[in-house]
């Protein structure tokens, strides 16, 4: 059963740049046959799709926050990572990291909630 | 960047069957078959029910379906239990100068 664990700072100050990685507990973050995606979920809200990386670091973004993203993936250490910069309190969510296979989301990780305040 | 419709909350008695709509435009919704949907508990991360419009995983209850009609996607949910009490969000495959998927404002369903 393939698992997925983010780890990063619960706490960001507004204007900072979140960081977060997602680990991925087998290789097949090196398969072509898969993207790996990050999507948030603001306290109480909807879920929204941030982005996704390709095992050969091509990506694709949400155009509203394609300006401040940035998705990246290091295959040696069945990692990807996400930065969001200039950060607010609209930034605030439990982000999720998540295995895109073909269109579907099939295995999700269980979430880390980054809170931005002052 | 608009998110898919969805009604806020949809409820059923046990054992009836409910509809979950899921609207979105030509760009998105009408224009592939790349809608899928995800059941999320209180506090827990979303779980795959339904994925290429109509496809249901492995381990996924057969009382869970969907379909397509134009630019709404539809989840069903027959014979209707009480564990099915959750929210719902539909995604799409989104096209655009800058590809990407968009979900649904999600759907809160509620067993009587």
């Known amino acids: 059963q393939l698992q997925l664990q983010e780890s990063g700072p619960g706490l960001e100050k507004p204007s900072e740049t979140l960081s977060l990685t997602c680990t991925v507990s087998?290789?097949?973050?090196?398969?072509?046959?898969?993207?790996w995606a990050w999507i948030r979920q603001p306290p109480g809200k909807g879920l929204e799709w941030i982005g996704n990386v390709y095992y050969n670091g091509g990506t694709y973004y949400t155009p509203s926050l394609k300006s401040r993203v940035t998705v990246s993936v290091d295959t040696s250490k069945n990692q990807f990572s996400l930065k969001l910069r200039s950060v607010t309190a609209a930034d605030t969510a439990l982000y999720y990291c998540?295995?895109?296979?073909?269109?579907?989301?099939?295995?999700w990780g269980r979430g880390i909630l980054v809170t931005v305040s002052s | 960047q608009s998110a898919l419709t969805q009604p806020a909350s949809v409820s059923g008695s046990p054992g009836q069957s409910i509809t979950i709509s899921c609207t979105g435009t030509?760009?998105?919704?009408?224009?592939?078959?790349?809608v899928s949907w995800y059941q999320q508990y209180p506090g827990k991360a979303p779980k795959l029910m339904i994925y290429d419009v109509s496809n249901r995983p492995s381990g996924v209850s057969n009382r869970f379906s969907g379909s397509k009609s134009g630019n709404t996607a539809s989840l069903t949910i027959s014979g209707l239990q009480a564990e099915d009490e959750a929210d719902y969000s539909c995604?799409?495959?989104?096209?655009?100068?800058?590809?990407?998927?968009?979900f649904g404002t999600g759907t809160k369903v509620t067993v009587l």
């Open positions: 030509s760009s998105d919704v009408g224009g592939f078959n790349y």
């Open positions: 087998d290789d097949s973050i090196s398969s072509s046959s898969y993207h």
């Open positions: 998540a295995r895109h296979a073909g269109a579907k989301l099939d295995y």
């Open positions: 995604m799409s495959y989104r096209s655009s100068s800058t590809p990407h998927y968009v």
